[in-house]
């Protein structure tokens, strides 16, 4: 009796252990997976009210981000959908899983890399202030100390403008902080050195200016994929598709038709 018990004592260990093994083996599958909202589609989180990177012509959403979102959702043999957002819900959209990622030319902050993953860069910024074309007391990064600058909330530009000392004046996308600058609310802003041209080109201002902020004051900013920390597999996928892309020149090509030049690139 006792030799019996024994015997099926191992037996039901063995079994214990194999279902152990079993589970972990599929931890550890699902885990490589990508999580998505939807099975089979990319829900991207992004302004759609920041040009050139992504705004609506016609009605419809287009730009640099929204068209390099299209391009990562065909190399990973998804559909793509678009949430359109406002900035200060952006990101943490992302940790209640409103969308799978945040493209919306996101910098990769030490702070954000606590909480978030994010993909290889797929743009180097560089930043500059903005002001009114006859300004004459801002004429470096140093000079905005005791100065109302607008950027917008929780961005690494307003930790900048904290850092050299300036008074951050929320905006709630570019155009609004290029008003703020207009009305004498804000002395300055500070932004993308690209995002700034494309203004300018677009817009035809000529009652504005820029002065590039150097690389050893703010250095140059790499942009990438947001997504959320425990989503590795996605990171993976995203990746993957990115390497293609630059590969292949798509990147170059979306980055010259947008910006008319590589910000691709280191």
Request: charged fraction near 25%; charge should be positive; aromatic fraction near 8%.
């Amino acid at each position: 009796m006792k030799k019996w018990m024994k015997r099926l004592s191992v037996v039901a260990a063995s079994l214990v252990a194999m279902v152990a093994l079993a589970a972990c083996g599929k931890s550890s599958s699902s885990s490589s997976e990508p999580q998505l909202v939807t099975k089979g589609t990319l829900t991207v989180g992004l302004e759609g009210t920041y040009a050139p990177y992504s705004y609506r012509e016609n009605g419809k959403l287009t730009g640099f981000e929204v068209d390099l979102a299209r391009d990562l959702a065909k190399k990973m043999g998804y559909k793509v959908k678009f949430v359109p957002t406002k900035w200060d819900s952006l990101i943490a959209g992302v940790g209640s899983k409103k969308f799978d990622v945040a493209i919306n030319d996101i910098a990769m902050t030490p702070e954000r890399q606590k909480s978030y993953l994010f993909s290889t860069p797929y743009i180097y910024s560089k930043s500059a202030l903005i002001m009114k074309s006859d300004n004459t007391t801002i004429k470096s990064i140093d000079d905005i100390k005791g100065k109302k600058i607008a950027a917008a909330t929780g961005t690494a530009n307003a930790q900048n403008v904290k850092k050299f000392g300036g008074e951050t004046v929320s905006s709630t996308d570019f155009s609004t902080a290029m008003e703020l600058v207009r009305q004498g609310r804000a002395e300055a802003a500070l932004n993308s050195k690209e995002a700034f041209l494309y203004y300018q080109k677009s817009t035809g201002a000529t009652d504005l200016k820029y002065q590039e902020v150097p690389s050893s004051k703010i250095p140059v900013q790499k942009i990438g994929v947001l997504m959320a920390k425990n989503n590795k597999g996605l990171q993976t996928k995203v990746n993957k598709a990115l390497a293609e892309l630059r590969k292949d020149g798509t990147l170059k090509k979306l980055s010259e038709k947008y910006f008319h030049g590589n910000i691709t690139d280191k």
